[in-house]
């Protein structure tokens, strides 16, 4: 397997100016029977509480194109929409890497932070947008990374591929590669962490045992490079929910060093913005019944 090395921290920003636009989203099965300030500071917490009351006041958030009260009780069928007049996106890494494409799918390098697709605080500086100006429209997302984390990511060009792709993860027959670099030193050459994972609050999620309405999941570890007090710690994660690797990590007792959330004094209130890259790299993915071999160097040293 041929490796490409790449930078791990980007020089180039993209930045856009401000422009108007109007989010409209479903309500998630969580928030149903909540209100709508409640809902709006837990999934957008990077405003404080008063600032939604008072978009909500305003008109500026409301439910199916007209004006509520801050108390109303959200509907499964809720269409909730969000106006800001003069959006000013933070600059995002502009190092979007090809590494290989074909008639069927695209695979790129993404930098960090750089989110996938359009949410939150992003439209235009995504990854999405990104390749659409490099001319690559129309692309199909088969999986994510998270914003913070850099590495391979996979597009399909057609339906079809978009299909294969997507019943390869969902089946498990995709081998996944990351380097991670963390705090401390484990003893043991190896791990297999298998422990449920569920939304905490806001963008946080938390990993246990007997958890409620929690998912299952298993990441295996391998210790790469040793240091004094932080090594670089292979990762194989066997299944793909949010935040997996860096919440096994935690529970490992080895922490991503720089990891804002679940890192050391990692904050897990959902107030934290998470704006910088993370030591977590997603270097290697193979899908051998679909021919797909690739691979980039691990960034890290200790």
Same mark, same amino acid.
């Given at each position: 397997?041929?490796?490409?090395?790449?930078?791990?921290?980007?020089?180039?920003?993209? %930045?856009?100016?401000?422009? /108007? %636009?109007?989010?409209?989203?479903?309500?998630?099965?969580?928030?149903?029977?909540?209100?709508?300030?409640?809902?709006?500071?837990?999934?957008?917490?990077?405003?404080?509480?008063?600032?939604?009351?008072?978009?909500?006041?305003?008109?500026?958030?409301?439910?199916?194109?007209?004006?509520?009260?801050?108390?109303?009780?959200?509907?499964?069928?809720?269409?909730?929409?969000?106006?800001?007049?003069?959006?000013?996106?933070?600059?995002?890494?502009?190092?979007?890497?090809?590494?290989?494409?074909?008639?069927?799918?695209?695979?790129?390098?993404?930098?960090?932070?750089?989110?996938?697709?359009?949410?939150?605080?992003?439209?235009?500086?995504? @990854?999405?947008? %990104?390749?659409?100006?490099?001319?690559?429209?129309?692309?199909?997302?088969?999986?994510?990374?998270?914003?913070?984390?850099?590495?391979?990511?996979?597009?399909?060009?057609?339906?079809?591929?978009?299909?294969?792709?997507?019943?390869?993860?969902?089946?498990?027959?995709?081998?996944?590669?990351?380097?991670?670099?963390?705090?401390?030193?484990?003893?043991?050459?190896?791990?297999? %962490?298998?422990?449920?994972?569920?939304?905490?609050?806001?963008?946080?999620?938390?990993?246990?045992?007997?958890?409620?309405?929690?998912?299952?999941?298993?990441?295996?570890?391998?210790?790469?490079?040793?240091?004094?007090?932080?090594?670089?710690?292979?990762?194989?994660?066997?299944?793909?929910?949010?935040?997996?690797?860096?919440?096994?990590?935690?529970?490992?007792?080895?922490?991503?060093?720089?990891? /804002?959330?679940?890192?050391?004094?990692?904050?897990?209130?959902?107030?934290?913005?998470?704006?910088?890259?993370?030591?977590?790299?997603?270097?290697?993915?193979?899908?051998?019944?679909?021919?797909?071999? @690739?691979?980039?160097?691990?960034?890290?040293?200790?």
């Amino acid at each position: 397997m041929k490796h490409q090395q790449l930078p791990l921290q980007s020089r180039n920003v993209r %930045i856009v100016p401000p422009y /108007p %636009i109007t989010h409209q989203f479903k309500v998630q099965d969580e928030f149903v029977g909540q209100s709508l300030l409640n809902m709006m500071c837990t999934r957008f917490p990077f405003h404080a509480k008063e600032e939604w009351l008072r978009r909500i006041q305003n008109g500026r958030v409301g439910i199916n194109g007209q004006s509520v009260a801050t108390s109303y009780q959200l509907l499964k069928s809720d269409l909730v929409y969000h106006h800001n007049p003069k959006v000013v996106e933070p600059s995002v890494p502009d190092e979007v890497k090809i590494l290989k494409e074909t008639d069927d799918w695209l695979a790129v390098y993404k930098p960090a932070p750089l989110s996938m697709h359009p949410g939150g605080r992003f439209n235009k500086n995504t @990854l999405t947008a %990104i390749l659409e100006d490099m001319g690559y429209e129309k692309l199909r997302i088969i999986h994510r990374l998270d914003a913070v984390t850099s590495g391979i990511v996979l597009f399909a060009k057609n339906k079809e591929f978009a299909r294969r792709g997507m019943e390869a993860f969902t089946a498990s027959k995709v081998q996944k590669i990351y380097y991670a670099k963390v705090h401390g030193v484990p003893v043991e050459k190896s791990r297999t %962490i298998n422990s449920s994972i569920r939304r905490k609050n806001g963008f946080v999620f938390e990993s246990g045992d007997n958890l409620l309405n929690a998912k299952k999941a298993e990441t295996h570890f391998e210790v790469a490079i040793k240091g004094s007090e932080h090594c670089v710690i292979k990762c194989f994660p066997k299944t793909g929910r949010t935040h997996q690797i860096r919440l096994h990590l935690e529970e490992w007792g080895y922490p991503i060093i720089d990891d /804002p959330i679940y890192g050391p004094n990692g904050d897990t209130t959902s107030k934290r913005t998470q704006n910088r890259s993370i030591s977590l790299v997603s270097a290697g993915l193979s899908i051998p019944h679909l021919n797909i071999e @690739l691979a980039v160097e691990n960034p890290f040293s200790c």
